[in-house]
């Protein structure tokens, strides 16, 4: 069974860093499209980043220039690097990929930005 894992979210301060991990089990993420999605309380799922097979990487406006997405295709892992974080960063992170049509997530990791 696929199974994505995020993990690396925490407690920070206002313009502090954090890195994101997606880790991926039955499934090869350097194939794929992985795409990183964020939710907030009481708000809608906002589309963060994504890294296609080719290695394009693309950015919301809002975190343009703060994030970074990558990959290690060794570890089969996505990593969200965040830098000069906002408290309207606060948010649950997921990570999905799509095989054969079908979209696999993770849990989801908190990622809270305390001013």
């Known amino acids: 069974q696929v199974e994505l894992v995020e993990s690396g979210g925490g407690l920070v301060q206002v313009g502090g860093s954090l890195r994101l991990s997606c880790t991926a089990s039955?499934?090869?993420?350097?194939?794929?499209?992985v795409t990183w999605y964020r939710q907030a309380p009481g708000k809608e799922r906002e589309w963060v980043a994504v890294?296609?097979?080719?290695?394009?990487?693309k950015y919301a406006d809002s975190v343009n220039g703060r994030f970074a997405i990558s990959r290690d295709n060794e570890k089969n892992t996505v990593f969200l690097q965040m830098n000069n974080l906002k408290p309207e960063d606060t948010a649950i992170y997921y990570c999905?990929?799509?095989?054969?049509?079908?979209?696999?997530w993770g849990q989801g990791t908190q990622v809270t930005v305390s001013s």
């Open positions: 999905t990929t799509t095989r054969l049509n079908r979209e696999y």
């Open positions: 039955r499934i090869v993420l350097s194939t794929n499209a």
């Open positions: 890294i296609v097979s080719g290695g394009v990487r």
